[in-house]
Each structure stands twice: as structure tokens, then as C-alpha cells.
């Protein structure tokens, strides 16, 4: 039982840095954005973390999955609140992209819940990649005022891997968690076997 609450204990840090992000970020606002940057970095590293020692440890579970995944998205748009709370300018540079982004996060969850009746927790490659991304982007934001670049491959990236999750819920015959793409998900539809990796899946 004590190793089943270590990746809790990562992902309960995680969750705590919201509403400290949260309230910092509403009091002092722009004079404090090197802390948030580094709480930014501190969450990414508990989100990394969490799931290879979960998986090292063989207490990986469904719940612990889920609960990582809602974690995450309410992580991530806590940092997006404050950057655009910090640069308003930046992010309604390019607001249509983000709402597109958003709305296919919406979606994502709408067609997880329509088919399996509860929120997907595949925690697929490309979306792990698209929080690197995110992470750069706001590095960029927070630390340099700059939305260039960066900025636009966290959108890009931000597409492809929500169309690479709404493909996984299409071809997933069931609900399952921790899937590496929507070509693992139709393997698995077709009844094969996938290969995963602890240091990812």
C-alpha cells in the first residue's frame, strides 16, 4: 500500500500547485512570473515522474491514470490562464487557433463520455509531446514575452495530438487507459497485441 501512494503523493503535488498558481497569479500578477515559470517546471517533473514510478512499480492503476490525466488538463490550463492574465496581447494574437485547440479538448472528453461513459486517460505519446511543447511556450512566454515560434508549434502540436486522441476513442472497442497512439488503439481493436514502455506507457 505504501508504494501505491508514492505517484499520489506526485500527483497530489501537482494538484495543489493550481490553486497556489491560481491565487499567486490573481494577487501579484506580472511580478512574480519566474516563480510561477519554476512551479510550471516543478509540476512537469511530478507529471513525469508519477507514471514511470507507478509503472516501475507495477501499482498502475485505471483511477490513478484518470485522475492523472484531469489533473493535467487543469494544471496546464492554469498556467494558460496566467500567461494570458500576464500577455493578454500574445494570446489574442493567435485566440481562434487556441479555441480551436480548446474546443477539441471539449470534444475529446464529449466522445470519450458519449462511447465509454467516463473521460479518457490514454496518456498517448503525442500528447506528451504536445506538454513539452506547452511547456516552451509558456517558457516563452512568462520568461521572454516572446509568442513566436514556440508558441505556434504548441498550437500545431496541440491539433495533431487531440486528433490522434478522438482517432484512439473511435477505434478502441472498450475503454482502456494508456494508449500510445491511434495506431496501438486500432491493434488493439483488431484484437493484437500492443507493446508498451515503461518509461512512456
Request: hydrophobic share 50%.
Amino acid at each position: 500500500m505504501k508504494k501505491l501512494h508514492i505517484p499520489y503523493y506526485f500527483i497530489a503535488f501537482r494538484f495543489l500547485l493550481i490553486p497556489i498558481i491560481g491565487i499567486l497569479g490573481s494577487y501579484y500578477g506580472d511580478s512574480i512570473r519566474y516563480l510561477i515559470l519554476m512551479l510550471m517546471y516543478l509540476g512537469l517533473l511530478s507529471d513525469i515522474f508519477d507514471g514511470i514510478i507507478a509503472r516501475n512499480m507495477g501499482v498502475q492503476t485505471a483511477f490513478m491514470r484518470r485522475l492523472d490525466s484531469q489533473v493535467d488538463m487543469l494544471f496546464w490550463l492554469t498556467i494558460g490562464f496566467y500567461s494570458y492574465w500576464i500577455h493578454p496581447e500574445i494570446i489574442n494574437e493567435h485566440v481562434n487557433l487556441v479555441r480551436g485547440v480548446l474546443a477539441m479538448e471539449v470534444l475529446c472528453y464529449l466522445m470519450s463520455f458519449l462511447k465509454f461513459g467516463r473521460e479518457s486517460a490514454f496518456h498517448p505519446l503525442l500528447s506528451k509531446t504536445w506538454g513539452l511543447s506547452l511547456l516552451a511556450a509558456f517558457t516563452g512566454i512568462l520568461g521572454f514575452a516572446y509568442g513566436g515560434l514556440t508558441f505556434k508549434v504548441a498550437v500545431f502540436l496541440g491539433v495533431i495530438s487531440h486528433i490522434d486522441r478522438l482517432l484512439i476513442t473511435w477505434f478502441l472497442p472498450t475503454w482502456t487507459h494508456d494508449v500510445p497512439s491511434c495506431y496501438h488503439a486500432w491493434k488493439i481493436r483488431k484484437g493484437n497485441k500492443i507493446k508498451r514502455y515503461k518509461l512512456f506507457n
